[in-house]
């Protein structure tokens, strides 16, 4: 069903360059109600403290990996957004994470012998550049207040990474998580639609753990998140409808 990006680049980044003002200084920035970046995208990475906004519209699950990311699914199967059109326009107000409305900015370390993040953006991205119209990224040689919002956006993001990772890192250490499958029956077809490809919470580990363990994971946020990405498991046979009307469906096997 969904797995973490495996590209060299981030999803949506086909390139990265670093900002600043001696080469960008007379560029701006302006907002757009297409995120072609959107397109086609089923499962967006997502931070832990993003859970709850996310679990009201759309399925919150883990990926197959090593060291497992969460993903909000915006449609089940590769290639279909049930919430965004062909020409990048949100069809309807949802809650879009905070990964896709950095974009087409991101922190990214420059020097791999320092931890130092520098600004970078993607290149490709039709957001930037020498307008008449938009928001100025500079001021001279200093950053527009613009550019410092998005400097401090884009900082608190990667902070959120790692509060992520953290929880992750918890659901990994109780061994919480098991491999997801959800059945979805059809009308007119004679066997049910099966997904599987993914990781989610194990009800019946999260039940035996022990009381101390569970009060801790209680009194630092951890177990209302969990039953966020728990709940929003019954999104799935919305977005399998969504599909259906949309003609994204999945073929019935022969």
Known sequence: ??????????????????????DHGAWKSRTTENATWMVGQHAIPLTAEEFVHASRHFPIIFSVADKPVPL?????????????????KLTEPVYVPAYARRYPFMLAKLNPDTEDLSLCFDPTSDLLGEFDDGAALFEGEEPSESCKQTLEFCRNFEEAGFR??????????????????VSIQQQGNDQPFVY??????????LRDLRGDVLRQMNQSGMLALIFAHLFSLEHM???????????????PAA
Do not use: C, W
């Open 237 to 251: 046979s919305e977005i399998f409808g969504r599909q259906v009307q949309l003609g994204k469906g999945p073929v």
């Open 164 to 181: 992520t990772q953290s929880f992750m890192d918890e659901l990994v250490k109780h061994d919480l998580l098991m491999d997801g499958e």
């Open 1 to 22: 069903m969904a797995s973490a990006p495996q590209a060299n680049l981030p999803l949506f980044y086909k390139d990265l360059m670093p900002l600043n003002s001696r």
């Open 196 to 205: 599987r490809g993914f990781k989610m919470v194990d009800q019946e580990k």
């Open 72 to 88: 909000a699914l915006f449609g089940l199967n590769e290639g279909v957004n049930v919430f965004f059109d062909a020409d990048g």
